[in-house]
Antibody, heavy 125, light 107 residues
Framework: EVQLVESGGGLVQPGGSLRLSCSTS????????IHWVRQAPGKGLDYVSG????????YYADSVKGRFTISRDNIKRTLYLQMSSLRVEDTAVYYC??????????????????WGQGTLVTVSS | IQMTQSPSSLSASVGDRVTITCRAS??????LNWYQQKPGKAPKVLIY???NLHRGVPSRFSGSGSGTDFTLTISSLQPEDFATYFC??????????FGQGTKLEMK
């Protein structure tokens, strides 16, 4: 069974830093890109960041570029999201997500297959 | 790519047929996925590539569309279907974007 368990959330002041972790089990981690998606209280889903299966490529939403850094340790089976210069608007539940490739024969696409339970980050003074 | 869902909220009764619409700001072929989220829980994938039912998802759920306009249909609402639904485009992966969500409430 695929399991993704986020940790590291909490209360932090504006301008502060926090590192989120995502511990994984039940699947071949080195074969999957992993992503972070966040959800502000009562709001919709926002894509935050992603990292390729080998860690060579990383992706960031414009809203976090230059402030957040994603990384992975395939041996420890853990993903990280280092967040700095945090803003009030970064307050959200952060989900760790795996993607799955669908090959239709004519094209292929990815969708978000498994999600963690989320960890809450609150940025407030 | 902007994704716009309608309606933002919807009241319906058990047994009703319900349709939710998602529109993309540009052509995305069939690169459209649907998720269901219940309060306090993580989202779950329902449909991928516009019309493919994810494993374990009841057949009362269906999806259709291509290009810019997509629909999610629940043929006969069950009590467990009251939730919030999100569409997501993966055309511009890895820069994914979601619709704002449609909250399906019991009438």
């Amino acid at each position: 069974e695929v399991q993704l368990v986020e940790s590291g959330g909490g209360l932090v002041q504006p301008g502060g830093s926090l590192r989120l972790s995502c511990s994984t089990s039940g699947f071949t981690l080195r074969s999957h890109a992993i992503h972070w998606v966040r959800q502000a209280p009562g709001k919709g889903l926002d894509y935050v960041s992603g990292i390729s299966s080998d860690g060579a490529s990383t992706y960031y939403a414009d809203s976090v570029k230059g402030r957040f850094t994603i990384s992975r340790d395939n041996i420890k089976r853990t993903l990280y999201l280092q967040m700095s210069s945090l803003r009030v608007e970064d307050t959200a539940v952060y989900y760790c997500v795996t993607d799955k490739l669908y090959d239709s024969g004519g094209y292929y696409l990815y969708y978000f297959d498994s999600w963690g339970q989320g960890t809450l980050v609150t940025v407030s003074s | 790519i902007q994704m716009t869902q309608s309606p933002s909220s919807l009241s319906a009764s058990v047994g009703d047929r319900v349709t939710i619409t998602c529109r993309a700001s540009q052509m995305i072929a069939s690169y459209l996925n649907w998720y269901q989220q219940k309060p306090g829980k993580a989202p779950k994938v329902l449909i991928y590539a516009s019309s493919n039912l994810h494993r374990g998802v009841p057949s009362r759920f269906s999806g259709s569309g291509s290009g810019t306009d997509f629909t999610l249909t629940i043929s006969s609402l069950q009590p467990e279907d009251f939730a919030t639904y999100f569409c997501q485009q993966s055309y511009s992966a890895p820069m994914y974007t979601f619709g704002q969500g449609t909250k399906l409430e019991m009438k």
